[in-house]
């Protein structure tokens, strides 16, 4: 049976790999923090509107049917956590994706949702 250890050596051997695959406390801590990001609902909406492209608060908003004031606060959580950017054209703040990782894991996410089916 796989993942039983036989021998000592054996033993030492599997558990320096699982040690060597995981990061950092601090770089974990930053990884729990992003999936916590995204795991929200209102701020996976947002993300997957934005994966159409650039967008503004008020676009953002409609496209969410939600209230602006709400989508401007998740919209700051998102920016704190560097997985959007937003830059200023004129009097208006166009939003986009920033971490192209976090949109493949949303991807393989939407892919897997009928996985069972």
Do not use: W
């Amino acid at each position: 049976m796989k993942g039983i250890c036989q021998t000592p050596e054996e033993h030492e051997s599997v558990i320096k790999a699982a040690m060597s695959a995981m990061p950092s406390e601090g770089d974990i801590g930053i990884m729990a923090a992003r999936f916590k990001a995204i795991s929200e609902p209102s701020r996976l909406k947002i993300l997957l509107a934005l994966s159409a492209g650039e967008l503004c608060v008020e676009h953002i908003t409609k496209a969410m049917d939600g209230n602006q004031s709400a989508v401007s606060h998740q919209l700051k959580t998102l920016k704190d956590n560097r997985i959007i950017k937003s830059r200023r054209v004129g009097k208006n703040i166009l939003y986009s994706v920033d971490d192209e990782h976090i949109m493949a894991m949303i991807e393989a996410a939407k892919e897997h949702l009928h996985h069972h089916e």
